[in-house]
């Protein structure tokens, strides 16, 4: 069965303590991981399209890698705007499949 | 480019009424996707609609259903609402030209009472 699985559920991390959110995955033909924040009450924000193990991304404080089974959403030194939920969702021929998500505390 | 947009942004119905929700894409773009939000359940997939056919369709009852216009703009009608539906409802789209991103738009909340 196609699944994607967030860990952490919650994290609470000080400005600056950096960190890293994982996605893992279990479909079969996998076309494309995506990473997501959203913010409450808001619709989900595009952050990273990542299509081959091995690739990474960055933008700004956030780095995305992709492997074989799992994604990592890397965020160094965060700042309290980084408080959010991040939402991975995977591609698979033509459905995407999304996690829970992990929701980020960044105090200051 | 203007990004998606979902009409209403909020709602209340009462048990047994029916609601339409509607979605415009990014311009240019032929596939959208409609999702529904909870806390408890995450965002679930309720269909896809590209070039006017849903292509996509995700678990859940008949009384969910929607359409897309020859504009590519789509509306997602619930009927017969229940106290479980009141969720958020997004709206995405995608050029769907290879492996292409999903672009969410801002969601309608929908409260059931």
């Known amino acids: 069965e196609d699944q994607v699985t967030q860990s952490p559920e919650a994290l609470r991390l000080q400005e600056g303590e950096s960190s890293s959110l994982n996605c893992s995955y279990t479909?079969?033909?996998?076309?494309?991981l995506f990473w997501y924040r959203q913010d409450p009450g808001k619709g989900p924000e595009f952050l990273f399209t990542l299509y081959s193990a091995g690739e990474e991304k960055e933008k700004e404080r956030l780095k995305a890698t992709l492997t074989k089974k799992e994604s990592f959403l890397h965020i160094t030194a965060p700042k309290p705007e980084d408080s959010a939920t991040y939402l991975c969702a995977v591609l698979s021929f033509n459905k995407f499949y999304f996690g829970s998500g992990t929701k980020l505390n960044v105090k200051p | 480019k203007a990004g998606v947009t979902q009409t209403p942004r909020y709602l209340i119905k009462t048990r047994g009424q029916q609601v339409t929700l509607s979605c415009s894409p990014i311009s240019g773009h032929r596939s959208v996707s409609w999702y529904q939000q909870t806390p408890g359940q995450g965002l679930q997939f309720l269909f896809e609609?590209?070039?006017?056919?849903?292509?996509n369709k995700g678990n859940f009852p008949g009384r969910f259903s929607g359409r897309q216009f020859s504009n590519s703009r789509s509306e997602m009608n619930v009927s017969t609402l229940e106290l479980g539906d009141s969720a958020l409802y997004l709206c995405a789209s995608s050029s769907d030209r290879g492996v292409e991103t999903q672009y969410f738009g801002p969601g309608t909340r929908l409260l059931v009472l």
């Open positions: 479909v079969s033909g996998l076309r494309g």
């Open positions: 609609y590209f070039s006017e056919t849903q292509r």
